[in-house]
């Protein structure tokens, strides 16, 4: 076990140092920089040429007057440490600063996002399987198939215009208040309720279709005893695989919403870095999001292991 975890970590390493590699080619390729962007945005000037003088001292106090192979050498040296240097834009202030404050806002919201989709999701899923084929189950489906299938920014739209501008019931911009909440976190829900729901529909149709199962029933087990001590706690295990990732994903995926409703979180300031051009941030946030990502799926896979004596056999045997 111990050398399958340590074979994913180096995968995870070498990953993430092509991740770093192709996002630093892409920001060097786009067009502009950020004194040349935020003289154009912030202060309106049509004339983005800066004077030589101050464009030489902001390359010098970023190292963007070595060579690109080297600054890309001294942003891998500082990342394994977790350093990414100032940003651009807040210059008082480093990345990982930045990301320490900010992230945990992006994270409560998608954890409230994940955990409203698994309260929702599971028994939705439940019922559909044991109504299999009805009209329940058709109803179940069909709402799936339409939160899968909008993304969670045209999601958040549609909230805002039906909740907020025509209902009135729940503010359509703000933060730090539990109504703030209701909006950012339907919007980003919505998609993992319909992941959760046909996952647990289609394992939990597949247990019930066991013999145990079939046995059961035949002994007059009802719902509970059938349905949930039995073919629910079985198929709750391979739910790991989703669950796990959808929570790393939501949590850096937030961009888009937080954006929409003007929420303080890691996602806001990326956006706004890719925009203006802010190199460190944008740098410092992929890999970040990247390594995010890497480690969950790890960290189901180990859980998945421990809880399934027959994935971690066949990985160690893999390994």
């Not at 919201?109 to 109504?131: E, K, Q």
């Not at 039995?230 to 937030?254: E, W």
């Amino acid at each position: 076990m111990w050398r399958y975890i340590l074979k994913r970590i180096g995968f995870i390493v070498i990953a993430l140092f092509f991740v770093s590699l192709i996002t630093f080619i892409l920001i060097k390729s786009a067009p502009g920089n950020y004194i040349e962007t935020e003289r154009l945005i912030t202060q309106n000037l049509t004339d983005v040429n800066v004077p030589p003088d101050v464009k030489e001292a902001w390359e010098k106090m970023y190292h963007l007057d070595k060579p690109e192979w080297q600054q890309f050498l001294i942003f891998l040296g500082n990342a394994v440490k977790f350093q990414f240097g100032p940003s651009f834009k807040y210059p008082t202030k480093t990345v990982e600063n930045i990301i320490v404050e900010t992230y945990p806002v992006s994270l409560t919201l998608a954890g409230l996002a994940m955990l409203l989709a698994i309260v929702i999701g599971i028994p939705l899923g439940i019922l559909s399987a044991f109504y299999k084929d009805t009209l329940i189950d058709r109803i179940a489906i069909f709402l799936s198939m339409i939160g899968t299938s909008i993304p969670n920014y045209v999601m958040a739209v549609f909230l805002i215009y039906i909740l907020a501008l025509t209902l009135h019931l729940v503010p359509s911009i703000g933060w730090g208040q539990p109504v703030n909440y209701v909006l950012p976190v339907l919007s980003l829900a919505i998609g993992p309720i319909g992941s959760i729901t046909r996952f647990m529909r289609s394992s939990l149709i597949e247990t019930l279709n066991q013999e145990y199962i079939k046995v059961a029933r035949a002994k007059g087990g009802g719902f509970i005893q059938v349905v949930i001590q039995h073919g629910v706690r079985n198929s709750l295990i391979p739910l790991m695989t989703v669950i796990g990732p959808q929570l790393a994903y939501l949590s850096v995926g937030t961009l888009f919403v937080e954006n929409l409703f003007n929420i303080p979180g890691l996602g806001k300031f990326y956006s706004s870095a890719a925009v203006y051009r802010d190199y460190p941030m944008v740098m410092g946030t992929t890999l970040f999001f990247a390594g995010i990502v890497m480690f969950v799926n790890l960290l189901v896979d180990i859980v998945y292991g421990l809880l399934d004596p027959r994935i971690r056999k066949l990985d160690m045997n893999r390994s």
